[in-house]
């Protein structure tokens, strides 16, 4: 039921923007065959203009079902200031047509490839988290067929890909709080995978352990980094994965903590600790830990008052042999999705990140 609720008012949200006025080059994979052999080749001139390097097609990414940003032309752009805090707006507006132009999505989780789909959905409302302007949300309306009713009035729109907006709907902007640019294949009850990608990813190189368990030295090192924060309570670990993360030949340990409160809600009278910890640290094969991420939250008794990080699997996004980690950080109405990059200076970094709130 939880879970049906969460759903629920996570159709809520969508928000608003103003922004850029072009769309990615778009390149053909093959160019056509010349119409005619009477034209002799040119001549090089000893001036000849070097051929234009065709741009790749940008790869739109999806964390559990929100849009982050892309990986075009060598680097990530993130929908969301990547360090920035909740209510930013974004950094790179990304025009709705742009991920509407692939004919493909691929989903994926823990496994590998879980489906592939030629649709996509989106929430069409008024409020917050809404498509900017009633003209943008009225065309919108206008666009694909209504899919099943969470309970909103039908404003769930089903599109075909590869799907062209008409004349209103083309100036849309996704919106800078990207709660309800839903990917779930649109299946009724098919929830949103860990990750969608506009290109197919090669996982033939991963490889993770999910099997292992933390070590006293894992606890010990949470415990140090919560006495500094004065809590008392025991790390829960809600993921330890071991894998060579940052492509080096040698296992890391990703680990990712809390306090061993219930994930979501934190409205229990009897607990006076109202305190939430969210870590998330890489132990390198040295035994050094790395901070990758932390969210300490102390406020008491509010049901608002509480954040959970859920890491949603390691994938090569960008093809480099290093793994981008893919964590949503669930928070009452100031929560993100992020993706971590381990980048040419040697440090794990934020490189994708859109608000989430729930
Ligand atoms: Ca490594
Ligand atoms: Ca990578």
């Known amino acids: ?120 959905g989106l929430y069409v409302s008024d409020g917050v988290g809404s498509f900017a302007g009633p003209e943008i949300r009225a065309a919108l309306m206008n666009e694909g067929q209504a899919n099943y009713d969470v309970g909103s009035a039908g404003t769930n729109r089903v599109l075909q890909l590869p799907h062209t907006l008409g004349d209103t709907a083309k100036n849309a902007i996704i919106p800078g709080y990207s709660f309800f640019i839903n990917f779930t294949g649109w299946e009724q009850g098919v929830e949103p995978p860990q990750l969608a990608v506009s ?23 949470i415990r140090k980094i919560f006495a500094m924060y004065e809590v008392k309570e025991e790390p829960y670990f809600w993921t330890c994965v071991d894998g060579d993360f940052d492509g080096d030949g040698e296992i890391e340990r990703l680990l990712v903590a809390g306090n061993p409160d219930q994930p979501y809600i934190h409205n229990d009278p009897a607990d006076q600790t109202g305190s939430f910890y969210s870590i998330a640290l890489l132990r390198e094969s040295d035994g050094n830990y790395v901070n990758l991420f932390k969210y300490l939250t102390r406020d008491k008794n509010d049901v608002t008052d509480w954040n959970h990080l859920q890491f949603c699997g390691a994938y090569d996004i960008n093809g480099n042999g290093k793994y981008e980690l893919l964590f949503s950080l669930r928070a009452w109405e100031s929560g993100f999705n992020f993706v971590l990059s381990f980048i040419d200076d040697g440090e794990w970094a934020t490189v994708l990140r859109c608000n989430w709130g729930m």
């Open 199 to 221: 290109r197919p990813l090669d996982l033939s190189a991963r490889r993770l352990d999910h099997e292992v368990v933390p070590d006293p030295e894992d606890y010990d090192e």
């Open 1 to 120: 039921m939880k879970k049906i609720l969460f759903l629920i008012f996570a159709a809520l949200m969508l928000c608003v923007a103003a922004g850029c006025d072009h769309l990615p080059a778009s390149v053909p994979d093959n160019p056509p065959p010349s119409e005619s052999d009477d034209v002799p080749p040119a001549e090089p001139d000893g001036e000849q203009a070097e051929p234009p390097t065709p741009a790749d097609p940008a790869v739109y990414i999806f964390v559990e079902g929100a849009f982050v940003g892309s990986w075009q032309d060598g680097a990530f752009k993130s929908l969301n200031h990547a360090g920035g805090v909740f209510g930013d707006e974004y950094i790179s507006a990304f025009m709705l047509q742009e991920i509407l132009t692939p004919g493909m999505y691929y989903a994926y989780d823990e496994t590998g490839l879980i489906f592939t789909t030629d649709k996509i």
